[in-house]
């Protein structure tokens, strides 16, 4: 199937050409038909596989300029939040008021824009406080799309989803997208979506194309060995996972000690700080990322080719959200996992939990002595809101 048999408008076939995107990918095959019908959709793919531009399509042929706000997109976080918004400012050519409503700037710059909104994306909590302060009218939203749905539940923020959703028409148009499809999210669907029609892309991660290994070390020697890979494994660009706020401080902190320039992205920076990372990152002027995953979740950051994991995640499925961030579109990539005696217990969780996963066990190289601060790392795990 081709873009120009699933029954879009000339205009957007036209900047669909020009974006350069030659055939469809498969959930966007599956799913941009029924929703150009207006049906409700819940859309299961994976990271990477193009969900964004599946619901864009909706958007962009049934909403109509200076008409008022009449579609809204929830997101889990604020860079996803602006990602999704700028691919549909260009998917719209332009001919929409798109805004990107998201906490941690000033609220009252956004109050002026949402008078002129034909499309809102928005972080679930700003977008509250708006509708607590009537300065958002949903009374003409005609799609909705809760995007990330799996992880906007795993963030805590179904309450204030659920709020939302409530206050939006009864007879619109639902759109959910979601890398995997927990029981949560089909208690949600029950809840609020007539007569779905499920779809699915491709499941998380092409395992031909993804190579995993892991390295069993000591704690005390983590860094070295993290360091030591960094300077001689071939590599793009780069993220490095880590569970928590301090650790992702701990270790862009002794990478710059050791020669390595790392920028850091977690939930505690500033909005204008974390913006000003991800450019620079997009950009290739920085290799290496190190972040939590709260940070990085949704983020499409092209040309990733290694994450490692500096700590193991404590959710199974966080891992395959990070894996998710290489071998993107075809590309290859390698997940290299530096596992200590903290690590085994979630480790094991993943292993279990996939078992079609081959991680093939690696030795340990000779390491050299590294230049290490003296602030501490965590080997606990903060709870999810304080990454
Ligand atoms: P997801 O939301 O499923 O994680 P995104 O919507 O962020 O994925 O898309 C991932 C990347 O793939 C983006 O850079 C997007 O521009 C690109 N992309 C989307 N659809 C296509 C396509 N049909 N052909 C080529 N690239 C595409
Ligand atoms: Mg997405």
């Not at 309450?159 to 007879?171: A, F, G, L, S, Y």
């Not at 208690?187 to 995993?212: A, C, F, H, R």
């Not at 290859?332 to 979630?346: Q, R």
């Amino acid at each position: 199937m081709k873009f120009k048999d699933m029954g879009l408008s000339p205009q957007l076939l036209d900047t669909i050409n020009r974006m350069n995107y030659i055939t469809p990918t498969l959930i966007q095959m599956k799913s941009i038909p029924h929703i150009l019908k207006g049906n409700n959709v819940v859309g299961e793919s994976a990271t990477g596989s193009g969900k964004t531009l599946a619901f864009g399509c909706g958007i962009v042929e049934r909403v109509l300029p200076k008409k008022g706000l009449q579609a809204l997109i929830l997101t889990p976080t604020r860079e996803l939040c602006q990602q999704v918004k700028e691919e549909l400012r260009v998917l719209s050519n332009g001919n929409l008021n798109i805004l990107a409503v998201y906490g941690g700037v000033s609220i009252n710059k956004q109050i002026s824009k949402l008078d002129i909104a034909e499309v809102v994306v928005a972080t679930p909590g700003r977008l509250l406080d708006h509708i607590n302060r009537n300065t958002v009218n949903l009374s003409q939203v005609k799609i909705l799309v809760l995007d990330e749905a799996d992880r906007m539940l795993d963030m805590g923020f179904i309450d204030d989803v659920e709020k939302i959703v409530q206050r939006t028409p009864k007879n619109k148009q639902t759109l959910f997208f979601s890398a995997t499809i927990s029981f949560e999210i089909e208690d949600i669907i029950e809840k609020y979506m007539n007569n779905p029609i499920t779809v699915s892309g491709i499941k998380m991660v092409d395992p031909s194309k993804l190579k995993q290994v892991y390295y069993d070390i000591s704690k005390n020697m983590k860094l070295a060995l993290l360091v030591h890979l960094l300077k001689h494994e071939r590599s793009g660009l780069v993220m490095v996972f880590c569970n928590t706020r301090r650790n992702v401080d701990f270790v862009v902190k002794n990478l710059r000690i050791n020669g390595l320039y790392a920028i850091a992205i977690h939930g505690g920076l500033t909005q204008n700080k974390r913006s000003r990372t991800m450019d620079s990152f997009n950009e290739s002027k920085v290799h290496i990322l190190v972040c939590t995953d709260v940070a990085s979740r949704g983020l499409h950051i092209e040309n990733v080719s290694h994450i490692y994991n500096y700590d193991v995640p404590h959710d199974a499925k966080d891992y395959v959200h990070r894996i998710g961030r290489t071998a993107r579109a075809g590309e290859e990539g390698k997940v290299i996992n530096v596992l200590c005696e903290f690590d085994h217990d979630n480790f094991r969780k993943i292993r279990d939990r996939y078992s079609e996963f081959s991680i093939e066990c690696f030795d340990t190289p000779y390491l050299k002595r590294v230049n290490m601060t003296s602030s501490r790392e965590d080997h606990d795990n903060y709870p999810r809101w304080h990454r």
